[in-house]
């Protein structure tokens, strides 16, 4: 349910003359979502890995090193470098690793976005239904305070 139809939903209560305490019980009955994890398929899982592990230090430390000694192996090692100077093998493998994470990286990043949407409605809900809760309290307090002048 959006933020929208929750504050719909709301409002046609309030104008059929829902008192505070009904109004606050139905906020609190609207339950708060839970992401399932259930619904989660293997590439999806697959994706949030591979970005967790290509956005860590040990990948970039890793990789880096990959590089550094598939250079020196062909520079300084090899009389007959399997990739010689230009590295157009070490290209080709840089060219498709990047082909193949970019892809699940965008995957994982748009579904840390619903994520994201889904925690602020989540937000959303709280603060108003805490809104609510509170102007009630506020309007308590002051019959309470007006009832005390009164005696």
């Not at 009904?22 to 619904?39: F, H, M």
């Not at 590089?67 to 157009?88: A, G």
């Amino acid at each position: 349910m959006t933020h929208y139809q929750l504050l719909g939903k709301i409002l046609k209560d309030v104008r059929e003359d829902m008192s505070d305490d009904e109004l606050t019980e139905l906020l609190l009955e609207n339950k708060i979502s839970v992401s399932d994890n259930k619904k989660i398929t293997f590439g999806q899982r697959a994706s949030d890995k591979l970005a967790e592990f290509a956005g860590s230090w040990f990948f970039i430390i890793a990789f880096t090193l990959f590089l550094i000694i598939w250079v020196l192996i062909n520079v300084y090692f090899l009389k007959n470098p399997f990739d010689p100077y230009p590295f157009i093998m070490l290209n080709l493998v840089l060219s498709c690793v990047a082909a193949i994470q970019a892809p699940l990286i965008m995957m994982s990043q748009k579904r840390q976005e619903q994520k994201d949407r889904e925690r602020a409605e989540d937000d959303f809900k709280i603060n108003l239904k805490c809104e609510i809760i509170l102007e009630n309290l506020h309007r308590k307090l002051d019959e309470l305070l007006e009832y005390e002048r009164k005696r």
